[in-house]
Nanobody
Framework: QVQLVESGGGLVQAGGSLRLSCAAS????????VGWFRQAPGLEREFVAG????????SYSDSAKGRFTISRDNAKNTAYLQMNSLKPEDTAVYYC??????????????WGQGTQVTVSS
């Protein structure tokens, strides 16, 4: 199993940018597709973006398209989520997880602590 730790969140004004990191340890990170998810207060966790093990296939939620970019560096065992043009509705705790490449559903029910993103208006 791969252990993942999220970082890079913070407080930013609307229109600003943040880059989140997802650092992996344990089993071979490059064997797994990775997804970013987020959960806002009172809402269910939702898919944001996913990337195939080789970085050549990516998928985004409608809310993320055109503003967010998912990437990975297998040499550094790290995945990233570059978030631009942030909106107050992007405020949430962001999580990463290994995912199925067919539908980007999480491979496990184990989640890290996540990283808080707060966008002020």
């Amino acid at each position: 199993q791969v252990q993942l730790v999220e970082s890079g969140g913070g407080l930013v004004q609307a229109g600003g940018s943040l880059r989140l990191s997802c650092a992996a340890s344990g089993r071979t990170f490059s064997n797994y597709a990775v997804g970013w998810f987020r959960q806002a207060p009172g809402l269910e966790r939702e898919f944001v973006a996913g990337i195939r093990w080789d970085g050549l296939l990516r998928s985004y939620s409608d809310s993320a398209k055109g503003r967010f970019t998912i990437s990975r560096d297998n040499a550094k065992n790290t995945a990233y989520l570059q978030m631009n043009s942030l909106k107050p509705e992007d405020t949430a705790v962001y999580y990463c997880n290994t995912v199925r490449i067919t539908d980007y559903r999480p491979l496990t029910d184990s989640w890290g602590q996540g990283t808080q993103v707060t966008v002020s208006s």
